[in-house]
């Protein structure tokens, strides 16, 4: 009897994992190629437009593209999401965003979404650079001094103790 359910506990185990999706089958990588171009020399408190290009590398049913500040900058204008159907291998669309700058360095996140014509969704997203790196960070910091972050925490730099 013991055998006999603990066979039975065993099929239902198997028949309940054999039907759970797979958490990541894939890289996400949509088929869609996105280029743009950001003006140089852009200062802090300066303003830019960014058009951005999607490229498809096959037929879609559907492409979903938007584009979010995160971190640095201000989206003044554009990035809702667009939603464009019934697009043709090398065939290309653009939207365009204007942003302002507000710290060295800001990045403009910009997310694709693609339906081929089988119902499969992929996705893709790159993070585009405004400003120059090498403005940010290069003071060094004396032991004891004590520097603000910009989301309000304090950093003390303290001396190495030798144990």
């Known amino acids: 009897m013991k055998l006999k359910i603990l066979a039975l506990v065993s099929a239902a185990i198997l028949c309940a994992c054999a039907m759970q999706p797979p958490v990541a089958q894939a890289k996400a990588n949509a ?3 996105i280029e743009y171009s950001v003006p140089a020399g852009l200062k802090t408190g300066s303003t830019a437009t960014t058009t951005i290009q999607l490229v498809a590398q096959s037929d879609l049913q559907r492409l979903v593209i938007s584009a979010a500040a995160y971190s640095g900058i201000e989206l003044v204008s554009g990035g809702d999401q667009t939603v464009i159907e019934n697009i043709k291998r090398g065939e290309s669309r653009q939207i365009a965003v204007n942003v302002m700058l507000n710290e060295p ?6 997310f694709a979404s693609t339906t081929d014509s089988r119902g499969q969704v992929e996705h893709k997203n790159i993070a585009i650079r405004y400003g120059s790196a090498d403005k940010v960070g ?5 032991p004891g001094e004590r520097m603000e972050k910009s989301v309000g925490e304090t950093l003390i730099i303290m001396p190495a103790e030798r144990r």
Do not use: D, I, T, W
């Open 31 to 33: 088929p869609v190629s």
């Open 138 to 142: 290069k003071r060094e910091l004396k």
């Open 105 to 110: 360095v800001g990045y403009l996140a910009v």
